[in-house]
């Protein structure tokens, strides 16, 4: 594949505090030492504007995929990696960027970050795990809201098992760029 003509959409799918944002930060700082065009689309910071106020009902969620998805299609159309590491925590809004992707004939790959439960509440960096335990959070995916695990994702990794740069090499290997020697 040709960066110079066609980009790509990776797409990292888990619970809160799977590794997502962590691994996504990987790919990116290694593909910048492959001098290739990348940006990274992080649900919790397009959540601070492009997504503000959508709230976390399946519609307003339904709703931050789609709009993450739609500027990571712009970005891959212009031959630019797009790197989106978000919740998503149902399978039919992100079938439904799958299937744009495919229609504009842009190669998208979901990446199901599928570190266990357990491991996510250990690290609990936004300290939901616990607010929800508590019942001060009523809307964490995986405690009070269901998580929909890809059925069929191009690669499945956990970050319990993995570093980061091995998360990234498995990434760029599946995007067809390795690391450089």
């Known amino acids: 594949m040709s960066f110079s003509t066609t980009g790509v959409t990776v797409w990292l799918t888990g619970l809160s505090g799977a590794g997502k ?21 992080d649900g919790d910071e397009l959540r601070d504007g492009l997504s503000e106020g959508l709230g976390f009902t399946a519609e307003g969620r339904a709703e931050a995929v789609r709009r993450a998805g739609e500027i990571a299609l712009i970005a891959a159309k212009q ?14 809004p992100r079938q439904l960027v799958r299937q744009r ?3 504009a004939g842009i190669t998208f790959i979901e990446v199901h970050v599928a570190t266990p439960i ?29 998580y929909e695990k890809p059925t069929d994702p191009e690669l499945r990794l956990s970050t319990s098992t993995l570093s980061p740069s091995e998360a990234s090499m498995l990434i760029l290997e599946k995007i067809g760029l390795g690391l450089p020697t």
């Open 118 to 146: 357990e491991v996510c509440e250990e690290r609990d960096p936004k300290d939901l795990y616990r607010r929800a335990r508590a019942g001060q959070e009523s809307s964490l995916t995986g405690v009070q809201q269901s």
């Open 101 to 103: 992707h495919d229609e």
């Open 79 to 92: 031959g630019i990696v797009a790197i989106v590491s978000m919740v998503s925590p149902h399978e039919a």
């Open 21 to 41: 944002t962590t691994t996504a930060r990987q790919v990116i700082n290694d593909l910048k030492t492959q001098h290739v065009s990348a940006i990274l689309l």
